[in-house]
């Protein structure tokens, strides 16, 4: 059974930064575009960035560009999504999402449909 577990969100004041974690487990990857999402009450869930486990290509979504990077670690079939400069519209929770069929980003990568796995999610909320 594959997991994902996600970790790192919390209250910050605006400008402020976070830094959220997901590992994957139960299963053995040899590769994987992995993102994160975002869902704000009321709002469909968005892609925010993704990256490929083969080659380590990025893609940000246009709300967060420049102010996220998205990072993995292979060994531990991990992402990282560091946040700065964060803005009350940030606020909403975020979903580490993973799809094993993929070996590099697409254009179906910006699919929610596309991911087979998905956390739990974490809640980043941004007072101003």
């Known amino acids: 059974q594959v997991q994902l577990v996600e970790s790192g969100g919390g209250l910050v004041q605006a400008g402020g930064s976070l830094r959220l974690s997901c590992a994957a487990s139960?299963?053995?990857?040899?590769?994987?575009?992995m993102a994160w999402f975002r869902q704000a009450p009321g709002k469909e869930r968005d892609l925010v960035a993704g990256?490929?486990?083969?080659?380590?290509?990025?893609y940000y979504a246009d709300p967060g560009k420049g102010r996220v990077t998205i990072s993995r670690n292979k060994a531990k079939n991990a992402v990282y999504l560091q946040m700065n400069s964060l803005k009350p519209d940030d606020t909403a929770n975020y979903y580490c999402?993973?799809?094993?069929?993929?070996?590099?980003?697409?254009?179906?990568?910006?699919?929610?449909?596309?991911?087979?796995?998905w956390g739990q999610g974490t809640q980043v909320t941004v007072s101003s």
């Open positions: 139960g299963r053995t990857f040899s590769r994987y575009v």
């Open positions: 999402a993973l799809d094993p069929d993929a070996a590099y980003l697409g254009p179906l990568s910006s699919r929610g449909s596309r991911y087979n796995y």
């Open positions: 990256i490929s486990r083969s080659d380590g290509t990025r």
